[in-house]
T-cell receptor, first 112, second 112 residues
């Protein structure tokens, strides 16, 4: 079993829809949770960063962490065609270590 | 330019040849990383470096060599390229006290 599981999709939604992207993990030591967005033929760019449990909102994006269920989510409100990309979750235990584990990524298509 | 850059962006080489991928960052981040990204595997860590002259293996180090004589540069060398090393390679960096990583644009390497 992988430490981080992420549905690869593809996920196709109409413009304006609310998108929910999710990852599950098995390592209870993870405390730092990140979401990266990767456009085709580009490097991943940091989208959201949260520490421990709870929600964090930034514009149309909300990151949610449920450590008791080992489940994290990224919600995109009012999705736009420009949101079409691959979204990777990532997490680490911190403590200065190098080990950040990435999900395989979910491909999202937002249709105009 | 500020940020993290990689060169070349595209490279085609033959089996058995040595090839070096370059990575340069202008933030003076202590940590630098090399990942490869393949369909079905997501991002896999090849090598990382905590500071100049300090490097260590990641998940898939075989066939690769790194060095870090200066904080800003972290070259990755394939000593004798194999077809299985055909991939997209990403360099990333982060601050010592942070968990979020910042990625370069990637190098698309094809070994024929």
């Amino acid at each position: 079993q992988k430490e981080v599981e992420q549905d690869p999709g593809p996920l196709s939604v109409p413009e304006g829809a609310i998108v929910s992207l999710n990852c599950t993990y098995s390592n209870s030591a993870f405390q730092y949770f990140m979401w990266y967005r990767q456009y085709s033929r580009k490097g991943p760019e940091l989208l959201m960063y949260t520490y421990s449990s709870g929600n964090k909102e930034d514009g149309r994006f909300t990151a949610q962490v449920d450590k008791s269920s080992k489940y994290i989510s990224l919600f995109i409100r009012d999705s736009q065609p420009s949101d079409s990309a691959t979204y990777l979750c990532a997490m680490s235990a911190g403590t200065g270590g190098f080990k950040t584990i990435f999900g395989a990524g979910t491909r999202l298509f937002v249709k105009a | 330019d500020a940020g993290i850059t990689q060169s070349p962006r595209y490279k085609i080489t033959e089996t058995g040849r040595q090839v070096t991928l370059m990575c340069h960052q202008t933030w003076s981040h202590s940590y630098m990383f090399w990942y490869r990204q393949d369909l079905g595997h997501g991002l896999r860590l090849i090598y990382y470096s905590a500071a100049a002259d300090i490097t260590d293996k990641g998940e898939v180090p075989d066939g690769y060599v790194v060095s870090r004589s200066k904080t800003e540069n972290f070259p990755l060398t394939l000593e004798s390229a194999t077809r299985s090393q055909t991939s997209v390679y990403f360099c990333a960096s982060r601050e010592t006290s942070a968990e979020e990583q910042y990625f370069g644009p990637g190098t698309r390497l094809t070994v024929t």
